[in-house]
């Protein structure tokens, strides 16, 4: 929730460019002002297919602490207040007398009069930067570096400000790399004193921070207005939330984004952080030039990394050093830093019996572009084990990786021979980490086909209690502070490390290999069921193939891989097995991420859905739709069904890398899952305004995008559909093999909206491309006369007449129910209605059971070997 002040009286309804919002009195007799609350929600925008940007769920809130100044909560974070007072007087002083920050003031001050006098509406329909916007680059350029030059650089890393070109690239992850470009970038001064590395300054994850300037003063994060009315300007919160969201996804273990906006004369301080944006308030620059001082050197002088968002439990090794690898085979082995992307020495997760720190070897494997839902980032990592002597020096991994160049440190690391993976990501403090929900579930025993967990934990700060979280950052009381009773829903670092490593699932090399991985999963999720856990995110991202260098990978070698299923964050726990709760009923114990919550039977959600909407099952889709007064139990034949979607997607997928060498299309696009509401809902909303909130608000718990569910680690590079039907037409020529994958994915998988998912899945799009010969290029019809793609065609079409006829008993139960002949009393109306879903429910638990899924698979494994003898 982002912070903001407003005039008093503040009471009755406040106008935002979003509609109008209620806002009950509030009697407020301490210092400062009242401030003005608003959430950060994803929706489309001029700069991405899926953007986050602020909309109209404001309401005004207290800091429990009235002592606390409101009005500098973001300049004290920045730490302004540490420099001296004495020296800013004394260069506010000395900087007003310099001849190139008057001229520069005097073209500032033109511009801004030149500056186009246009309604707030009318600037953020502007979509080009604008010339004066550029032409101010130059004279606050002399202010800034006229402010770094006041006085001896302070004993730390340097930076310096660029302004303008380049465009920023963001190498993690490419296909999010549409182009972007802040008006301001902070950056370290040893990187831009390098020769010939252009392109390193110009990625984002080594931008420190960035800046947005605007012409007018009508253009800054909140015009203020009297006479009942308050606007919040979308425009410049569009470019902040997604210049914020590239940060936090691009530069690794970032716990939050600084940035510095000015629009015309005046300026403000922004801090972007899961929970969403906080501003300072806005200042005149020459009004207030010497916190304008303040602002610019604290940011490029004083501020340690950390201050400006980095995790202080991590660390970055030097490139080029050695390390020891404690391999049995080998006494010699050796693992050396490589030159180029960075490497992070990450400390132990509390709790590890062990307290072994881990490296990460090379580029994340995935990094979430959402900025408000988990904010997910995988790593390939080895654990490293550090001498007690050397620990007991530097107990941290930032204190080890700046000692590392000292002699006999990193001698003291000795690496494992095999490589884990790290998952680091922002849990609801509503809702039980997922490292909980893995040890829960192997209570009863390791489950084969289901990841294991070496340890996790939220991340604690050496020294504190309480974890890591956006309140706790943010410097709000948690629920450990003396007094404080408020339990207000946040956002807390979580991180965890799995034993298993995997490879897509649509990699299979056969039919065999497809089909016997499947019957592990589907083995696995039987156990996962009858210890009490519904999976409730089933998704190609969550069922992999174990990779052949995995330790735990059995698999002989020429012989079929084994899978294995993973991500149990949204897994649901009940006391029986047929003890399924419905979407919406859940409930769960509030906290703010400052104490383990217990672990919850149920989950407070609202009217939402968990899971991959692309792969979520045709009645959770279609009750999600009648709203939040409707409950839908999400039951264990909903996963099933995803089971079936996947296993078509994987397919699909397999004919695209096979006969393409590289996927042309992709999976289906991430979009979020956890609300009714799709993307373009979420922006018509914000242009008419949206008095109900939906989607938003303290009220509905979760409402975040399932950023991860399509994680595969050994594709990071995989695209998504970008083919929004509002967006510009492909002009790259398609060969019709390429035309038939694009428009098979789109058809089955590429929907962006429930009422389009559960459209193509009534017409049963997801498994259709297999059916109709007619519209087949050549190659895929010469792939299903092989004895594999007649086995997997065979299996598709099954699920298909599966789907096809629960549809027929949805049609068969409305037609009965409304029949008058057959119904002549609303009793009797009633109870057919209920009979007749009684008989439809049953229909359906039979469809979609283990017993059935392993029987059809079962069934295409002996085709297959018939198929083969033929």
């Not at 070109?165 to 008006?183: G, H, S, V, W």
């Not at 895929?780 to 079409?797: C, K, M, N, Q, W």
Request: with cysteine; proline share 6%; charged share 25%.
């Amino acid at each position: 929730m982002g912070l903001d002040t407003c005039p008093e009286p503040c009471s009755g309804e406040l106008q935002t460019s979003f509609g109008r919002v209620s806002v009950p009195p509030v009697e407020y007799k301490g210092a400062g002002a009242l401030q003005f609350g608003y959430t950060v929600s994803r929706a489309a925008s001029r700069y991405s297919a899926s953007t986050e940007f602020i909309t109209g769920t404001a309401r005004l809130v207290r800091e429990p602490d009235e002592t606390v100044d409101r009005e500098s909560q973001v300049f004290t974070r920045l730490g302004l207040f540490k420099i001296d007072d004495d020296l800013v007087t004394k260069w506010a002083k000395k900087m007003s007398n310099k001849k190139t920050v008057k001229t520069a003031r005097t073209v500032l001050e033109k511009l801004e009069a030149q500056a186009p006098k246009k309604t707030l509406s009318d600037l953020a329909k502007t979509e080009k930067k604008s010339k004066q916007e550029r032409a101010m680059y130059e004279p606050l350029g002399k202010i800034f570096e006229a402010i770094h030059k006041l006085a001896p650089a302070e004993p730390r890393e340097q930076r310096v400000w660029y302004w303008g070109a380049p465009y920023l690239i963001t190498e993690i992850m490419n296909k999010f790399a549409y182009r972007t470009q802040p008006d301001m970038r902070l950056i370290s001064a040893p990187l831009v004193k390098k020769t010939g590395v252009y392109e390193d300054f110009a990625l984002w994850y080594n931008q420190d921070c960035w800046g947005d300037i605007k012409a007018s003063k009508t253009q800054g994060p909140v015009v203020v207005r009297r006479n009942d009315e308050e606007t919040l300007s979308k425009d410049l919160g569009e470019q902040v939330v997604d210049y914020a969201r590239l940060h936090l996804s691009q530069r690794p273990f970032l716990l939050f984004s600084v940035g510095l906006v000015v629009f015309g004369s005046s300026f403000s301080l922004a801090i972007v952080d899961r929970d969403g944006v906080i501003f300072s308030p806005t200042r005149d620059i020459w009004g207030n030039h010497e916190l304008l001082i303040r602002g610019v050197r604290s940011l490029g002088r004083v501020a340690s990394s950390v201050t400006l968002g980095e995790d202080p439990t991590v660390g970055r090794l030097p490139p080029g050093k050695s390390l020891k690898i404690a391999s049995s085979s080998s006494s010699k082995a050796r693992y050396t830093i490589p030159h180029g992307y960075p490497t992070f020495l990450i400390s132990p997760i509390r709790g590890d019996p062990e307290k072994r720190f881990w490296l990460t070897i090379g580029k994340p494997l995935w990094s979430s572009p959402s900025l408000t839902g988990r904010g997910t980032w995988i790593w390939r990592v080895r654990a490293v084990a550090v001498a007690a002597t050397t620990l007991e020096q530097y107990p941290t991994a930032s204190k080890l990786a700046a000692a590392a160049t000292e002699s006999g440190v990193l001698a003291s690391f000795q690496l494992s021979e095999r490589l884990y993976i790290l998952k680091n990501a922002w849990r609801s403090s509503k809702r039980a980490s997922e490292a909980s929900i893995y040890n829960k579930i192997h209570e009863g025993g390791t489950i084969p086909g289901l990841a294991t967990i070496v340890c996790g934990n939220d991340v604690y700060d050496e020294g504190d209690t309480e974890p890591i979280s956006c309140r706790r950052l943010r410097g709000i009381p948690t629920v450990n502070t003396p007094g404080q009773t408020q339990k207000s829903t946040t956002h807390v670092c979580h991180r965890l490390v799995l034993n298993d490593i995997g490879q897509p699932l649509w990699e299979f090399k056969d039919a065999e290999e497809l089909l016997d991985a499947m019957l592990s999963v589907v083995e696995a999720h039987k156990l996962l069921y009858e210890r009490g856990f519904i999976h409730r995110d089933i998704s190609p991202g969550n069922i992999m193939l174990r990779d052949p260098s995995d330790p735990l990978s059995s698999s002989a070698p020429g012989g079929s891989r084994q899978a294995f299923l993973m991500d149990v964050e949204y897994a649901k726990f009940s006391a029986t097995p047929n003890d399924a709760g419905g979407i919406g009923d859940d409930e769960g114990k509030e906290g703010d991420g400052s104490e383990p919550p217990p672990f919850p039977r149920k989950i407070p959600r609202g009217p939402t859905m968990t899971g991959t909407m692309q792969f979520q099952a045709r009645q959770v889709l279609e009750g999600v739709k009648l709203g939040p007064q409707h409950t839908i139990t999400q039951t264990i034949h909903h996963d099933i069904e995803s089971i079936t979607l996947v296993i078509a997607f994987a397919v699909l997928k397999h004919l695209e890398v096979r006969f393409l060498g590289k996927p042309a299309t992709s999976e289906a696009p991430k979009i979020e899952t956890d609300t009714v509401q799709t993307v373009k809902d979420v922006a018509k909303d914000a242009q008419t305004g949206d008095k109900d909130g939906k989607g938003s608000g303290d009220d509905v718990e979760d409402v975040e995008d399932d950023d991860d569910a399509d994680y595969t680690p050994a594709n990071p590079d995989a695209d998504e559909i970008s083919d929004d039907e509002d967006g510009p037409e492909d002009p790259v020529e398609r060969t019709p093999l390429e035309k038939w994958i694009k428009q098979s994915f789109v058809a089955a998988f590429g929907q962006q909206s429930i009422d389009g998912i559960a459209s193509a899945r009534t017409s049963g799009h997801a498994f259709s491309w297999v059916s109709n010969e007619a519209l087949m290029p050549d190659e895929i019809a010469e792939y299903f006369d092989t004895p594999d793609g007649t086995t997997l065609r065979a299996l598709l079409v099954r699920f298909r007449k599966n789907l096809k006829r629960e549809e027929y008993l949805v049609a068969e139960s409305e037609d009965q129910a409304s029949n008058p002949k057959r119904r002549r009393t609303e009793a009797a109306k009633a109870a057919a209605i209920a009979a007749d879903f009684k008989k439809r429910d049953e229909a359906y638990r039979s469809i979609f059971s283990h017993e059935n899924l392993l029987e059809n698979i079962q069934e295409a494994r002996e085709n297959l070997k018939l198929e083969k003898e033929y």
